[in-house]
């Protein structure tokens, strides 16, 4: 293999894509203002490539989507949230922390797991009907979190039915057209290309836009790094250890793996701005940074699984 192939073959690399898009995040950050506003557009193409083989059929199957709805809502809104409830008052001492890791905790997933998903090889439809029924149930789960902890629902269910919309519904409607009208094959050659870096500009501005969080007083933000790595790798590598032991095939384990490890960061960071303060959406920015991380690092490792 030739120098130049091995340096084209790192630029198709979704692992060493999103670690330059990182480094890129701290290094040079002032893009990334400019950039923002095209995240949830570009966040809806990445979407639509990624489940341009999905059928919406699927939905209307429930003894086929009972289980993933079931082990994704298990997984994400029991697992992960009390884990992140949790290790906010056994490790984070600062109150403004602590409410930004409840605010994750109160989220649903993160967009991004569907196509996470399709990255991995994971089971897209599996991701797919479980992230659409985490949302749907964050529109109760969210409002009762948000009272107990703070006394008022601060996070309006029209905000999440548009999300919904934004990011999965339209992305779904769009794909079936495209496959309808045979654009889709026509497109498949470049889908990955498409989905690594269009990730690049989603986490390259979300770095950008955070990297004060990140360069200064960084010692500070070590209880917020400690309690991101349990609930990602830790958190991840028990959902693999225990799947795999119940007889779970491996593109499903993938797909629990990123239900039980992601929250929507940016709609946590969002909320933390407008209705607390700056501080509070640190932990988002430290939690999505740790997550990029591990994604990086699933890109390699789950060749490896069995």
Known sequence: MTLGSRVAGLFRNAGFILALAFLFGLVLPKGATGASPAMVPLLAIIMTMSIMGVSPRMFLDFKKVSRPILQSLIMNYVVLTLVLIGLSFLIVRDPELRTGFILLAAVPPAVAVIPFTYRLGGNTDFSMVGTVACYLAALFIVPIISTIFWGSSVIHPVNLLITLGELIALPLAIAQLLRRTGLASKLERYRGTIVNWGFFVVVYTT????????????????????????????????????????????????????????????????????????????????????????????????????
């Open 207 to 306: 770095v950008g836009l955070n990297q004060s969080a990140f360069l200064e007083h960084p010692l500070k933000l070590l209880p917020s790094v400690a309690a991101a790595f349990i609930s990602t790798f830790v958190v991840g590598y028990l959902v693999n250890r225990i799947a795999r032991f119940s007889g779970v095939d491996k593109a499903s384990r993938i797909s629990l793996i990123l239900s039980g490890t992601r929250k929507n960061y940016g709609m946590a960071a969002a909320i933390a701005l407008a209705l607390f303060s700056p501080r509070a959406a640190v932990p988002a920015a430290v939690a999505m940074a740790v997550a990029i991380g591990h994604f990086i690092w699933l890109t390699f490792w789950v060749r490896r699984m069995k």
